[in-house]
């Protein structure tokens, strides 16, 4: 396939950007969107111009690094990350809109790089355990009912892309903060900081400057692990039983 | 608690479903007095002056009134407050659009908001109105709200405004019931349907039954 791409380009943090024109050629419908990329910038490289910066590492849908808005969707038309999309998505000639995350708390580096360790700072404020647990525990020593482990494992599969923060219209990290919430709050293991845990969460994510949930839903459309809408619900329920109890102590 | 509940986005967010759903229970309430508008002049204005005299002889004329007014002074101010605030926080966390535009993105966000303004403006014109009659067309009458009622949706503007603003609560509704209900914790996979059903019904009740009376007197049905 022949395709016309248009990428953001900006040198640095500090240096504006704009969209750039770009036309590649013999794309196969069976490479990924990246490899389509990496095709980009080996020309790009032989003619002597700086190649495409975009964020990326396990090419396999399980990392979280890939970070692209495809024609307006934060990874692209199927519900997937950038690295598992293939070109058989689109048809020849198209042209392709290729941005990178837009949020005040995601800056951009350079070009398609955005810097998102506000979600690393999230999870230090909360999204661990600090029970010891040394090597991998006898799974039936601590008994957990099935439905709240089928519960913490559809919350656990969030990879931390940061595709929800770039869908939402408010810029919110409602659906990552509560997918990790979810996850360890109802497990026993995640217990002892049930309440301390979203509490600070919560409060580092406005510490970090992302929006709030006006409940438009673009996150969950977009989250590539299908975390689902309702997991905010349970955040702001966990969150005001938090409240609640810290206001009796 | 007070310090926490304002200081977070969630907290605040939890201040403006609790107003909103205080300013829906009493609308639902308003909405079902002014239907007495059909049974005439005697019943209509009866029930305007029994409002007043509610709690007698525990609490004196008018008193339950001023407290109900008080409460919903409140709760306009506490859920405009929160909102513009929300609204401010989330506008300075997306400040680049993408340069490819999507149509469908943030329209139930943008209703709410301009939504919330509209109703914000026909809640003071409402008030002096037909509460004090300072902007009202023809001889306001204190203690005669049933003409005073004729009066306004005699004029024409009256009639726009008023239907414009009935329009706007319902979709307001519609989507504010079925979000408070995720704000404060109670919606859930199985309900998510009930509180989409129960939104949707609320909000065609109340923009229906509001608008039957300037479509009342607009048909002469009401005179
Ligand atoms: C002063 C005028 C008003 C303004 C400025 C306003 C504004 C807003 C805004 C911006 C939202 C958030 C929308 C979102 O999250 O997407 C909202 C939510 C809401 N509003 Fe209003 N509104 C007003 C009047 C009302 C009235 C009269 C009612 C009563 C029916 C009401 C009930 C609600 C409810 C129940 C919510 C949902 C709260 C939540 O999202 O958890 N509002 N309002
Ligand atoms: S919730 Fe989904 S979209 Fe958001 S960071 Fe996790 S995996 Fe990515
Ligand atoms: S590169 Fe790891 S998820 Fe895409």
Same mark, same amino acid.
């Given at each position: 396939?022949?395709?016309?791409?248009?990428?953001?380009?900006?040198?640095?943090?500090?240096?504006?950007?704009?969209?750039?024109?770009?036309?590649?050629?013999?794309?196969?419908?069976?490479?990924?969107?990246?490899?389509?990329?990496?095709?980009?910038?080996?020309?790009l490289?032989?003619?002597?111009?700086?190649?495409?910066?975009?964020?990326?590492?396990?090419?396999?849908?399980?990392?979280?690094?890939?970070?692209?808005?495809?024609?307006?969707?934060?990874?692209?038309?199927?519900?997937?990350?950038?690295?598992?999309?293939?070109?058989?998505?689109?048809?020849?000639?198209?042209?392709?809109?290729?941005?990178?995350?837009?949020?005040?708390?995601?800056?951009?580096?350079?070009?398609?790089v955005?810097?998102?360790?506000?979600?690393?700072?999230?999870?230090?404020?909360?999204?661990?355990?600090?029970?010891?647990?040394?090597?991998a525990?006898?799974?039936?020593?601590?008994?957990?009912?099935?439905?709240?482990?089928?519960?913490?494992?559809?919350?656990?599969?969030?990879?931390?892309?940061?595709?929800?923060?770039?869908?939402?219209?408010?810029?919110?990290?409602?659906?990552?903060?509560?997918?990790k919430?979810?996850?360890?709050?109802?497990?026993?293991?995640?217990?002892?900081?049930?309440?301390?845990?979203?509490?600070?969460?919560?409060?580092?994510?406005?510490?970090?400057?992302?929006?709030?949930?006006?409940?438009?839903?673009?996150?969950?459309?977009a989250?590539?692990?299908?975390?689902?809408?309702?997991?905010?619900?349970?955040?702001?329920?966990?969150?005001?039983?938090?409240?609640?109890?810290?206001?009796?102590? | 608690?007070? /310090?926490?509940?304002?200081?977070?986005?969630?907290?605040?967010?939890?201040?403006?479903?609790?107003?909103?759903l205080?300013?829906?229970?009493?609308?639902?309430?308003?909405?079902?007095?002014?239907?007495?508008?059909?049974?005439?002049?005697?019943?209509?204005?009866?029930?305007?002056?029994?409002?007043?005299?509610?709690?007698?002889?525990?609490?004196?004329?008018?008193?339950?009134?001023?407290?109900?007014?008080?409460?919903?002074?409140?709760?306009?101010?506490?859920?405009?407050?929160?909102?513009y605030?929300?609204?401010? /926080?989330?506008?300075?966390?997306?400040?680049?659009?993408? %340069?490819?535009?999507?149509?469908?993105?943030?329209?139930?966000?943008?209703?709410?908001?301009?939504?919330?303004?509209?109703?914000?403006?026909?809640? %003071?014109?409402?008030i002096?109105?037909?509460?004090?009659?300072?902007?009202?067309?023809?001889?306001?009458?204190?203690?005669?709200?049933?003409?005073?009622?004729?009066?306004?949706?005699?004029?024409?503007?009256?009639?726009?405004?008023?239907? %414009?603003?009935?329009?706007?609560?319902?979709?307001?509704? /519609?989507?504010?019931?079925?979000?408070?209900?995720?704000?404060?914790?109670?919606?859930?996979?199985? /309900?998510?349907?009930?509180?989409?059903?129960?939104?949707?019904?609320?909000?065609?009740?109340?923009?229906?039954?509001?608008?039957?009376?300037?479509?009342?007197v607009?048909?002469?049905?009401?005179?």
């Amino acid at each position: 396939m022949k395709l016309t791409l248009r990428v953001w380009r900006q040198r640095n943090a500090d240096a504006d950007g704009a969209m750039s024109t770009y036309e590649v050629d013999d794309i196969s419908a069976d490479m990924s969107f990246l490899e389509m990329l990496d095709t980009l910038n080996e020309e790009l490289i032989l003619k002597g111009e700086d190649p495409v910066a975009f964020d990326h590492d396990c090419r396999e849908g399980i990392c979280g690094a890939c970070s692209l808005v495809i024609n307006g969707d934060a990874h692209g038309p199927e519900r997937t990350t950038s690295c598992q999309l293939h070109m058989r998505s689109f048809e020849d000639g198209d042209t392709i809109d290729i941005e990178p995350w837009r949020a005040s708390a995601f800056p951009v580096v350079k070009d398609l790089v955005v810097d998102r360790s506000a979600f690393d700072r999230i999870i230090q404020a909360g999204g661990y355990v600090t029970a010891p647990t040394g090597a991998a525990p006898e799974a039936h020593a601590t008994p957990v009912p099935k439905p709240d482990a089928d519960f913490a494992f559809e919350h656990a599969e969030c990879i931390g892309c940061g595709a929800c923060v770039a869908a939402c219209p408010n810029g919110a990290a409602m659906l990552f903060t509560s997918a990790k919430i979810n996850h360890l709050n109802v497990l026993p293991q995640g217990a002892p900081e049930r309440e301390t845990r979203v509490l600070d969460m919560v409060a580092q994510m406005d510490e970090e400057g992302f929006g709030g949930c006006t409940l438009a839903g673009e996150c969950a459309t977009a989250c590539p692990k299908g975390i689902p809408l309702v997991s905010i619900t349970g955040m702001n329920k966990e969150w005001l039983r938090a409240t609640r109890k810290a206001g009796k102590r | 608690m007070t /310090r926490t509940m304002w200081d977070s986005s969630v907290g605040k967010k939890t201040v403006m479903a609790a107003s909103g759903l205080i300013m829906l229970g009493y609308l639902v309430v308003h909405m079902l007095g002014n239907l007495k508008i059909f049974f005439g002049s005697d019943e209509f204005n009866h029930y305007a002056h029994w409002l007043r005299t509610i709690g007698e002889p525990f609490l004196h004329y008018e008193w339950a009134l001023w407290i109900i007014r008080v409460v919903l002074v409140a709760a306009v101010v506490a859920h405009a407050v929160s909102a513009y605030q929300l609204s401010r /926080r989330d506008i300075r966390a997306r400040p680049t659009k993408y %340069v490819h535009k999507k149509p469908r993105a943030s329209y139930a966000t943008r209703t709410m908001r301009w939504g919330g303004i509209i109703l914000g403006l026909f809640i %003071v014109w409402h008030i002096l109105d037909l509460t004090t009659g300072t902007v009202h067309p023809g001889g306001f009458q204190h203690g005669h709200p049933y003409q005073n009622v004729i009066d306004t949706f005699s004029t024409w503007y009256g009639n726009v405004i008023y239907i %414009v603003a009935m329009l706007a609560l319902g979709l307001h509704v /519609r989507h504010g019931f079925w979000s408070a209900a995720q704000t404060l914790g109670v919606g859930s996979r199985t /309900r998510d349907r009930a509180f989409k059903t129960i939104a949707n019904v609320l909000a065609l009740v109340l923009t229906a039954g509001f608008i039957a009376v300037p479509v009342g007197v607009m048909t002469g049905v009401v005179s």
